[in-house]
């Protein structure tokens, strides 16, 4: 049996604004991950894969796949990428610990795992960068027009400063960042955040650009504080990106709520991560002050909270 996992991802700043071409900052999550395994299946087609997600019950062949399916995707787009028609049937399973539809990557770190594991099943070693493009394939049937950053952050599982269309940078933390993640309980997909900014942009270009324009500045900023591992800074930082979210217009009461329950309990500071309108707040903080903001954040409604480093 082969293993392989990938990360879950928080985007520290600039998400909706990098969209639209500005720097924005993702992390790999080192506490969330997606596993999968691939093994032989003593019945069955060869040339077949039975690709399987028994949380959500997920079970599909390979070749009874719809085309926009995007696991059997994936793993077609990476047999033809490395050239194998040939094997014998297969079982793939994928299991997740990291919540979906809620900004955390799962969708990406469910292909990233399974490409992985294909890598190392067949032994075609494969470029961080090829296995980004494929699971780009994969991100544009969930989110319609994705800037790019998710696939990057995890096929490269590193922490990225990122403009659309440009090479990836990747930064060398400083020191460790320790983030608690607040669960909303609310659930809105990425696409529909993403085409409610577009629309409002449309409405008012001028209005909605200076924002994009302000977010950019940010993630600037940050970028050097990260490197600098100036925490006070970063909290700083986040709370201004969150502002400008809400003027974006995907922010909510809930998530509000909860970046307020943060800084209360003396985090650096606190933003929605990912599309919005729901999902996770991400609340930076000193490793020692864990646990005052996650039982602040369970106070204020949090239906769950998490706790991730994220390190270089
Ligand atoms: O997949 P999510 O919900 O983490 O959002 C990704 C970030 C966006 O900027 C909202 C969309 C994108 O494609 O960059």
């Known amino acids: 049996m082969i293993k392989a996992s990938a990360p879950g991802k928080v985007i520290l700043f600039g998400e909706h604004a990098v969209v639209f071409g500005m720097p924005a900052i993702a992390a790999p999550l080192e506490g969330l991950r997606t596993t999968a395994t691939i ?8 040339n077949d ?15 009874e796949a719809a085309p926009n399916d995007p696991l059997p995707m994936i793993v077609q787009e990476f047999l033809t990428s490395v050239g194998i028609q040939k094997f014998d049937p297969l079982h793939l399973v994928i ?19 399974v490409i992985e594991a294909l890598v190392r099943f067949f032994d075609k070693p494969t470029s961080a ?7 780009y394939e994969a991100e544009k049937i969930h989110h319609g027009t994705p800037s790019g950053i998710d696939n990057t952050v995890v096929a490269h599982d590193r922490v990225v400063y990122f403009i659309r269309d440009q090479e990836p940078e990747f930064l060398n ?4 960042l320790w983030i608690v993640l607040g669960d909303t309980g609310e659930r809105t997909s ?18 909605f650009e200076d924002i994009f324009q302000s977010i950019g500045a940010i993630s600037r900023q940050a970028r050097i504080a990260i490197i600098e591992g100036d925490h006070e800074i970063l909290g700083k930082l986040m709370n201004k990106n969150q502002s400008k979210l809400e003027e974006l217009g995907v922010s909510s009461d809930r998530l509000e709520k909860l970046n307020d329950a943060a800084r209360q309990a003396n985090a650096f500071g606190a933003k ?16 020692g002050n864990v646990d005052a903001v ?18 270089s």
């Open 272 to 287: 929605l991560s990912g599309g919005g309108m729901g999902g996770f707040i991400i609340a930076l903080t000193d490793e």
């Open 95 to 113: 299991k997740s610990s990291i919540p979906s539809s809620a900004g955390l990557g799962s969708g990406a770190a469910a292909s990233a795992a």
């Open 39 to 46: 093994s032989p299946l003593p019945e069955g087609a060869h």
């Open 173 to 176: 933390l400083h020191s460790p």
């Open 49 to 63: 894969i039975l690709i399987e997600a028994p949380a959500i019950g997920y079970f599909q062949w390979l070749h």
């Open 190 to 207: 990425t696409s529909t955040a993403v085409s409610q900014v577009r629309r409002s942009w449309q409405e008012d270009p001028d209005h």
């Open 294 to 311: 996650c039982h602040s954040l369970s106070d204020a409604g949090a239906t769950a909270t998490f706790v991730s480093t994220i390190e």
């Open 129 to 135: 960068s090829e296995i980004s493009r494929i699971i």
